[in-house]
């Protein structure tokens, strides 16, 4: 404990003086020369390699502590230690986005007087969801703890898990129907909930009052609480080994050689220059129940992103042009910008070598303010953030392979991740009582493909490198629905020299339950928002649910009659509607409706990536094989890939290899046939964009933009040749 008035201000102080020192020297703490790791790198090397051990070793025994299968399956945690002004060391394995959202979190405690009120003393429980101070999104709920050696606050502990259930105003944790900070669920903003290393109980009391399934929340509490003590002792003997003096320098110099490195890394790899890229995120939600009249039903966002890369290394990402906040679930904040940053460049960039703050340093993130990404409102809801947040980082994954090809490193290139929509579901559980919970199988989508070759199926997805669906069994423990099928969506990757990744589709019976609610989210409807890269061409992105209520499932079965387990690759007709009967829905978009049922039936199905290079250069062979598998249709394989496909004799489907030849030299002439120079259809653009001839949706999304950004105005008005402002009708 800070015995102390006058020592109050220490960390303050400290903190203060370790950014005026970074300015000022434009290095970390103002460390221009790494003295230890000079004077013996192995021992330098050695303590890193420990710390990291002491994180992956605690997240690995606090998985299996929770009872959460979000965090035991699909391994939703990541734990890390921070120097006492709360800049990340080292971090273990997991979702590595939070680690800077942590430090956020850390360095809020300590600007706003913590040390004074409610004050920090050895065995306390720091814990956080709310993004204005430092997280994403209400579902990721962090803890620290800090570090006490010799009576002096040495360093903090963290961890955090995603919540299957957050008490919101729909079931689970990515609350849909958020449309403001006040339907989100149960904030804990940065509050002490634990002393002398235990869990306040009226804390676990106000977690058991106000959510649906508060077994998960608290025993996740625990599990983050005993793995912040394991890293905390852990240090401790550290300290006790190598002396408190030095480590307090050391780990500095582990944050400063990371900067460096990140730095060194983007000089290796990339071109210095400035880099344009764009995408858009559409949101369809007219008529569609509990959505209130203070948003807009449709909504459709464009996200420009102009990325810098400076001589020395430096990565600049600026987001002028996008739109402003609204009333609904998708807003972000600058710690949950920053989080999208640090776990992309850990994927692309940071693979090895010394991970930490230090590598987010060697960043800048220009959010412009109002927008959201940077929200001048703290009412806002930011549920469902990832719905902007991963279409804006798969844009700068792309934007950085360009300048890996630039630079000739193809290898390093990565069409980048997509949207990863998710079921949420709550009601009456099977076992007749209370529950609410979101299904993380969303955490294997298809990935982008690569300059080298397709993209991953069904494994990955931007927010979480070690993707995994998890276990069906699992999954059925915890929720009234039985898997009937789950199965690759055939053409859900993007098509190009190398595909996207597929997605895939699983179909449900729900079971045991007379009430059931199932509410989705982050759907990108009619516009693409996981673009494909050199010539590749997106990946599909309107995925529709299909349900069939008061099916005829049961009767089917008991008669021994063929079952419908996916809804099959008929554009027209799913095999739901072919196979059973009932009430069958189709709904584009987020589901929102009435609950179900038992007897009910239920499909959902996730994003595939986009895909790189030219159609006309994919391989015969490797198409044969992937229409053999059910991940591609020989329509497409022909239609698009203008790859002719024949049977063997067991009836498999073999390349033709002349036809192929043949049938894509007409589909190359009739590219020809029909190309225009871009002068021309500039030209003809222009004259659209002149009469204002887009949808009602694009106008909008035009008008506030152009409302909110000059810059923009002013890029938009020179590039067309026009008055944006009189073009769209803004004032």
């Not at 998985?63 to 399956?73: N, Q, T």
């Not at 003393?121 to 994403?136: H, L, M, P, Q, R």
């Not at 993209?455 to 998890?470: K, Q």
């Not at 989705?520 to 997106?538: A, I, K, M, Q, W």
């Amino acid at each position: 404990m800070l015995d102390k008035p006058a020592s109050a201000l220490r960390i303050r102080e400290r903190l203060l003086e370790s950014e005026r020192l970074m300015e000022a020297t434009g290095c970390y703490d103002g460390i221009t020369e790494l003295h230890l790791r000079n004077q013996d790198p192995l021992k330098f090397e050695t303590l890193h390699t420990k710390l990291r051990a002491y994180c992956v070793s605690a997240r690995e025994m606090a998985r299996r502590i929770s009872a959460s299968p979000g965090v035991r399956e699909v391994g939703e945690m990541v734990v890390a230690i921070y120097t006492p002004e709360g800049d990340a060391i080292a971090l273990s394995n997991g979702i590595m986005v939070h680690v800077h959202t942590m430090s956020r979190f850390i360095k809020w405690m300590i600007r706003n007087g913590y040390e004074e009120n409610p004050k920090i003393n050895d065995g306390d429980i720091f814990a956080n969801n709310d993004a204005f101070i430092g997280t994403v999104q209400v579902p990721d709920v962090m803890d620290v703890v800090p570090i006490f050696h010799s009576g002096k606050l040495v360093g903090w502990a963290g961890a955090v898990c995603h919540e299957l259930e957050a008490g919101g105003i729909t079931p689970g944790g990515d609350v849909a129907l958020a449309q403001e900070r006040f339907t989100e669920g149960l904030f804990v903003c940065a509050e002490k909930v634990g002393q002398n290393d235990e869990l306040r109980r009226d804390y676990v009391i106000r977690c058991e009052r106000n959510l649906r399934m508060p077994i998960y929340w608290v025993l996740d509490e625990k599990a983050k609480v005993a793995s912040c003590i394991d890293m905390r002792e852990s240090v401790k003997a550290l300290i006790d080994e190598i002396g408190l003096d030095y480590w307090m320098q050391v780990s500095k110099e582990f944050i400063e050689e990371g900067r460096r490195a990140q730095l060194a890394r983007t000089r290796q790899l990339t071109v210095p220059g400035i880099y344009r890229g764009h995408t858009f995120y559409g949101h369809v939600t007219a008529g569609k129940p509990g959505y209130q009249p203070l948003g807009d039903p449709d909504w459709l966002y464009n996200i420009p992103i102009e990325m810098e890369i400076t001589s020395d290394g430096k990565i600049k990402m600026d987001f002028e042009g996008t739109q402003p906040w609204g009333y609904h679930s998708m807003n972000c904040t600058p710690a949950g910008m920053d989080g999208g940053m640090f776990v992309t460049l850990t994927q692309h960039m940071n693979f090895e070598g010394l991970v930490n703050d230090g590598a987010w340093m060697a960043t800048e993130l220009k959010l412009p303010h109002g927008t959201w990404t940077n929200p001048d409102n703290e009412m806002v809801a930011t549920a469902t953030s990832w719905a902007l947040l991963l279409p804006a980082y798969g844009v700068f994954q792309r934007l950085l392979s360009r300048s890996f090809i630039a630079r000739g490193f193809v290898e390093e290139a990565f069409v980048g991740q997509v949207n990863s929509p998710m079921i949420e579901m709550g009601g009456t559980s099977q076992y007749g009582t209370p529950f609410g919970m979101a299904h993380f199988e969303c955490a294997a989508a298809g990935s982008g493909a690569l300059a080298i070759k397709d993209g991953l199926d069904t494994a990955y997805v931007g927010w979480n490198p070690e993707s995994d669906m998890g276990n069906i069994e699992i999954w059925e423990q915890n929720m009234p629905m039985l898997y009937i099928g789950r199965s690759i969506v055939p053409n859900s990757g993007g098509a190009g020299k190398y595909r996207g990744g597929c997605s895939f589709l699983s179909t449900w019976l729900v079971s045991k339950t007379d009430h059931l609610r199932l509410v989705t989210s982050e759907h990108s409807s009619r516009v693409f928002d996981n673009g494909g890269l050199c010539g590749g061409y997106p990946a599909p992105t309107c995925q529709k649910h299909r349900a069939v209520r008061n099916s005829n499932i049961f009767e089917l079965a008991e008669n021994g009659a063929p079952l419908a387990h996916h809804t099959g690759t008929n554009p027209y007709r799913s095999e739901l509607e072919m196979r059973l009967e009932g009430e069958h829905v189709t709904m584009e978009g987020p589901y929102i409706t009435a609950p179900h049922k038992t007897g009910d039936v239920f499909s959902h199905s996730y994003n595939g990536g986009g895909g790189y290079g030219d159609v006309l250069e994919r391989d015969p062979v490797k198409t044969a094989w992937d229409v053999e598998n059910g991940f591609l249709t020989r329509q497409a394989a022909e239609g698009i890939f203008g790859i002719v496909l024949d049977e063997d004799e067991e009836g498999f489907p073999v390349a033709n290899l002349e036809a192929t030849k043949r049938h894509r030299a007409e589909m190359r002439a009739k590219r020809l046939a029909r190309a225009r120079p871009v002068s021309e259809w500039i030209a003809k653009e222009r004259e659209r964009v002149k009469a204002a001839g887009f949808a009602p949706e694009v106008k909008k999304m035009y008008a506030s933009a152009i409302k909110l950004s000059p810059r923009f105005t002013k890029d938009f008005s020179t590039f067309w040749d026009v008055d944006a402002k009189s073009t769209f009708g803004v004032e």
